[in-house]
C-alpha cells in the first residue's frame, strides 16, 4: 500500500543527454504527464496535468512538441498546435477511456438528439471530440456542465464515474452518462481505502474524480491530478493517502519532501499505474526525437471540427 519506488533516482545520463542535445537541434520541448515514469518527468519542460498541457501546448516556441502522455492527449496538442510537428514516444499509448467511446454510436446520438449538448471529456479521439459541442477535463467539468444552460440537456462522456461526481456537485438532472471507465481509478476497491485508512489514521484521504463513488464518498478531496499535487502540497496535514496513479508521487516528493503519501494499489493488481502511460519510457523517447517518429498527423479538416469545442472549454476562465 505504501509507497516503495525510488525517492532519489539513478538517472541514465548519457540517455538523458543525448535526449537534451536532440531536443536543442530539433528545438522541441518535452511535455509529461504526471503519470509518466521518473525519468521522463525529470527531463520534461513541462509537467501537468490534461488541462495544463493543453493550454502550454499553444503557448510554446518551439518546432516539435515531444509529448509524452497517451495518444489523445497529443492529438489535442497537436489540433492546438496545427503547423508544429508533435511526436510521441509510444503510438500504442492509448487510454481505456477513448477505446470505450468510438465515434459511430456518438455520431448517431447527434443526429437523434440534435438539441442535446455533448460536453466530451479530454479522454477522448479527435473524432470524438469533433462531434462535441463542448470539451472538459477532470479540473473544470464543474465549470463546464455549469455553462451550459440549465434547460438544455447534455450528454456526458465518456467517464461514468466523473459523469456522475459532476451531476452530484451541479446537481443537473438532464444529464445522459456514458459508461466508460478508467482501468485505474475505476479498480479502486473501497475496502482497500478503508483498510489503508486504518492503517494510517492521520492520512487525509485525496481521490481523482474518475474514482468510484463510494471512494469519493471517503475522500477529504476530490480534484484532477495536478489539484491533488497542489492540496496536498499547501495542507497542514503532513500525510495522505493518494487515489490516483502513483506517478504523481515524483511531483508529491519534490514539492513535499518532508510529508508522507501512501499509494492504495488498485483491486486486480499490486500496482496504481497506468499501463499505456508506462509505455513511454526514455529510449523510445529518444528514438522518436531522433526520427520524427511516431507522429500525429490529422485530417485538417477533422483539426479544424474538434478546435472548436477545445477553444471553448479554453475561453472558461
Ligand atoms: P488529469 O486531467 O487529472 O490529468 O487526468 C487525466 C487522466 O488521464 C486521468 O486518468
Ligand atoms: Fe486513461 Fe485511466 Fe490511463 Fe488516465 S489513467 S490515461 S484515464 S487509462
Given at each position: 500500500m505504501e509507497y516503495n519506488g525510488p525517492r532519489f533516482m539513478v538517472v541514465n545520463t548519457s540517455l538523458s543527454e543525448e535526449i537534451l542535445e536532440l531536443k536543442k537541434s530539433r528545438k522541441a520541448v518535452i511535455l509529461a504527464h504526471h503519470y509518466q515514469i521518473d525519468e521522463i518527468q525529470e527531463i520534461a519542460d513541462v509537467i501537468g496535468d490534461s488541462l495544463e498541457l493543453s493550454r502550454k501546448a499553444r503557448e510554446l516556441d518551439c518546432e516539435v512538441i515531444a509529448f509524452c502522455g497517451v495518444w489523445f492527449m497529443a492529438e489535442t496538442a497537436k489540433v492546438l498546435n496545427p503547423h508544429r510537428t508533435v511526436i510521441v514516444p509510444d503510438r500504442d499509448a492509448s487510454c481505456s477511456l477513448v477505446e470505450s467511446c468510438p465515434v459511430g454510436p456518438i455520431r448517431n446520438f447527434r443526429e437523434r438528439n440534435p438539441g442535446t449538448a455533448i460536453v466530451s471529456y479530454i479522454n477522448t479521439s479527435v473524432e470524438v471530440k469533433a462531434e462535441s459541442d463542448i470539451l472538459c477535463t477532470s479540473r473544470n467539468a464543474v465549470q463546464v456542465v455549469n455553462s451550459?444552460?440549465?434547460d438544455q440537456p447534455i450528454l456526458f462522456l465518456p467517464d461514468i464515474n466523473l459523469g456522475n461526481y459532476v451531476k452530484r456537485e451541479t446537481g443537473r438532472e438532464n444529464m445522459k452518462i456514458w459508461q466508460g471507465a478508467c482501468i485505474v481509478h475505476a479498480t479502486f476497491a473501497a475496502r482497500k481505502l478503508t483498510a489503508a485508512r486504518f492503517e494510517h489514521p492521520h492520512a487525509l484521504v485525496v481521490a481523482h474524480p474518475e474514482c468510484p463513488p463510494d471512494v469519493l464518498a471517503m475522500a477529504d478531496y476530490i480534484g484532477s491530478t495536478s489539484a491533488l499535487i497542489d492540496y496536498c502540497v499547501k495542507s497542514?496535514?503532513?500525510e495522505f493517502i493518494v487515489m490516483t496513479e502513483s506517478g504523481v508521487s515524483h511531483s508529491l516528493h519534490k514539492l513535499a519532501p518532508n510529508k508522507q503519501f501512501y499509494f492504495v494499489a488498485n483491486d486486480n493488481c499490486n500496482c496504481s499505474e497506468c499501463p499505456y502511460m508506462k509505455l513511454n519510457t526514455l529510449e523510445k523517447l529518444r528514438d522518436a526525437l531522433d526520427t520524427l517518429e511516431p507522429r500525429v498527423e490529422l485530417d485538417p479538416a477533422l483539426m479544424e471540427r474538434a478546435r472548436l469545442p477545445i477553444e471553448r472549454m479554453l475561453a472558461l476562465k
Open positions: 451550459i444552460p440549465a497542514p496535514a503532513q
